[in-house]
C-alpha cells in the first residue's frame, strides 16, 4: 500500500516563529488533507489539497502531486497551534484515507 | 457545516461486554461513514467504511465478528466493540465523507476513549 512519511517528527517553537512541515507520498493520489489533531484527540480539517496551493489565515498549503509531496506553512505561530499535525492521503478512489506519521508541535510562549 | 459527533467520548468496560460507539452527522447526510483506530502516540489506522443501508467493508487484520457495524440512516453509524478484551482499549474515531461541494473531505468527530479492564 501507499506509504506517508512526515518530517520533522517533532518540533519545538516559540510564539511568534515560523515553520514549514512536509508530507512525502509514495504514489499518486486522488485526495489529500491536513489535519490538526488537538490534545483532547479532536482531527480539526486544515485544507483538502490534492494539488496545487491554498491559503487560510496564519496557514498555507501547498501540494506538487508530480513530485509526490505536499507542505503546510505555519506562520506567526500561536500557542494554540500545538498539537499533531496528520496529513492523509487516499490513492484508491475510495476515499480510504492513508494517515501519515505525524508531526508533533509544540508552542511555547 | 460538516459537523459529526460521536457518542460516548469515553467508556470503561470489563472484560467480555460489548461496548456500542455511535457516530451522528449532524448537519449533512452522510452516505459514508468510516471507522479509525489510534493507539497512544500513533497515527490513525482506517478499520472500516461503512455505507448506509450496505454491509461494512473492512481492512485487512480487521476482524468484521468483533468489531460490528451498522449504518442504518443517512446521519447515524455505529460501532460495537464485541467481547471487549485489554487489548481492544483504544481511541475510536470515525468520520464522514462529506457531502455537495465538500464530497471529497472526510469530517472527523471527536472520539471515543475506550479503556477495557
Known amino acids: 500500500g501507499i506509504q506517508v512519511e512526515q518530517s520533522p517528527p517533532d518540533l519545538i517553537l516559540q510564539e511568534g516563529a515560523n515553520s514549514t512541515l512536509r508530507c512525502n507520498f509514495s504514489?499518486?493520489?486522488?485526495?489529500l488533507q491536513w489535519f490538526h489533531q488537538n490534545p483532547w484527540g479532536q482531527l480539526i480539517n486544515l485544507f483538502y489539497?490534492?494539488?496545487g496551493t491554498k491559503q487560510n489565515g496564519r496557514l498555507s498549503a501547498t501540494t506538487v502531486a508530480t513530485e509526490r509531496y505536499s507542505l503546510l506553512y505555519i506562520s506567526s505561530s500561536q500557542t494554540t497551534d500545538s498539537g499533531v499535525y496528520f496529513c492523509?492521503?487516499?490513492?484508491?478512489?475510495?476515499?480510504?484515507?492513508?494517515f501519515g506519521t505525524g508531526t508533533r508541535l509544540l508552542v511555547s510562549p | 457545516g460538516a459537523v459529526v459527533s460521536q457518542h460516548p467520548s469515553w467508556v470503561i468496560c470489563k472484560s467480555g461486554t460489548s461496548v456500542k460507539i455511535e457516530c451522528r452527522s449532524l448537519?449533512?447526510?452522510?452516505?459514508?461513514m468510516f471507522w479509525y483506530r489510534q493507539f497512544p502516540k500513533q497515527s490513525l489506522m482506517l478499520m472500516a467504511t461503512?455505507?448506509?443501508?450496505?454491509?461494512?467493508?473492512?481492512e485487512q487484520g480487521v476482524e468484521k465478528d468483533k468489531f460490528l457495524i451498522n449504518h442504518a440512516s443517512l446521519t447515524l453509524s455505529t460501532l460495537t466493540v464485541t467481547s471487549a478484551h485489554p487489548e481492544d482499549s483504544s481511541f475510536y474515531i470515525c468520520?464522514?465523507?462529506?457531502?455537495?461541494?465538500?464530497?471529497?473531505?472526510?469530517?472527523f468527530g471527536p472520539g471515543t476513549r475506550l479503556t477495557v479492564l
Open positions: 468520520s464522514a465523507r462529506g457531502a455537495g461541494q465538500s464530497y471529497n473531505e472526510q469530517f
Open positions: 461503512s455505507n448506509e443501508g450496505s454491509k461494512a467493508t473492512y
Open positions: 504514489d499518486s493520489v486522488n485526495n
Open positions: 489539497i490534492p494539488s
Open positions: 448537519d449533512f447526510q452522510a452516505t459514508t
Open positions: 492523509a492521503v487516499d490513492n484508491t478512489g475510495f476515499q480510504k484515507l492513508v
